[in-house]
């Protein structure tokens, strides 16, 4: 059973999506929050699994509430034997100027609000099995959003300095950062597909990265791909 904390300012959306995802097989709604700060709140209580976030919400917006959430986690790392929820960011704009923030803080995929019902019950979902959280084309976009408006250099970059890539995983990070997806990937270096997920693996752990996503965002802050190259 996947347990889904829904925060979003607008009484409208925060029941719709409820009354959606708690018709479904295998998806409980474990509580309805109206800002950052009560979603920070009973997040704590209840221990989602997923939390679907407003990126635009009073007293606690959903980036700083997504960092609190994780930080929550990082602080008793192990203490409850559960996995740090993962965060569903709920937008109005596709790739809106939060996306690369919300990304560093830690979120594992984006829905846009007038995404249709069975999209959103599918992101709801994958982003609990902790796959790909990003289709290619989404990283395509994200890339184009680098290229006309890149990092901040005074934020740190995620995961640690210096990279403990090896050559051939380097380069699975470049394709990952480029859009390719992992079939893509396969056939670009020549490797079977099973291998291409194994490097995929074997990178977000040696990185400290929770997602695909979070992998973008280190191959561009860290300087391996450049924006526009």
Same mark, same amino acid.
């Given at each position: ?20 995802? %708690? +018709?479904?097989?295998?998806? #409980? /709604?474990?509580?309805? =929050? @109206?800002?950052? *700060? ?78 249709? %019902? +069975?999209?959103?019950?599918? #992101? /709801?979902?994958?982003? =609990? @099995?902790?796959? *790909? ?79 695909? +996503? ?16």
């Amino acid at each position: 059973m996947i347990s889904c904390l829904i925060a979003d300012d607008q009484a409208m959306v925060r029941e719709g999506f409820g009354a959606l995802l %708690a +018709a479904q097989p295998g998806i #409980a /709604v474990a509580g309805l =929050a @109206a800002d950052g *700060a009560e979603a920070v709140r009973l997040a704590r209580q209840t221990r989602p699994d997923v939390v679907l976030m407003d990126v635009r919400m009073p007293v606690l917006d959903g980036l700083q509430a997504t960092r609190e959430l994780l930080a929550d986690h990082a602080d008793h790392a192990g203490h409850a034997g559960r996995e740090a929820p993962k965060v569903l960011m709920l937008t109005t704009f596709d790739l809106d100027e939060y996306v690369y923030e919300a990304l560093r803080a830690g979120a594992s995929g984006f829905l846009l609000k007038d995404a249709p %019902a +069975a999209e959103l019950v599918h #992101a /709801v979902r994958v982003v =609990a @099995a902790g796959d *790909a959280l990003l289709a290619p084309s989404v990283t395509r976009r994200l890339i184009a959003d680098f290229t006309k408006r890149p990092p901040a250099r005074t934020t740190a970059p995620i995961g640690p300095p210096h990279s403990p890539l090896t050559p051939r995983e380097e380069e699975v990070l470049t394709l990952i950062a480029r859009g390719l997806s992992n079939a893509e990937i396969s056939d670009t270096l020549v490797i079977a597909e099973q291998t291409t997920k194994t490097h995929v693996g074997r990178i977000l752990m040696k990185l400290q990265l929770r997602d695909r +996503a979070q992998a973008v965002v280190f191959a561009y802050e860290s300087g391996l791909v450049t924006p526009g190259e």
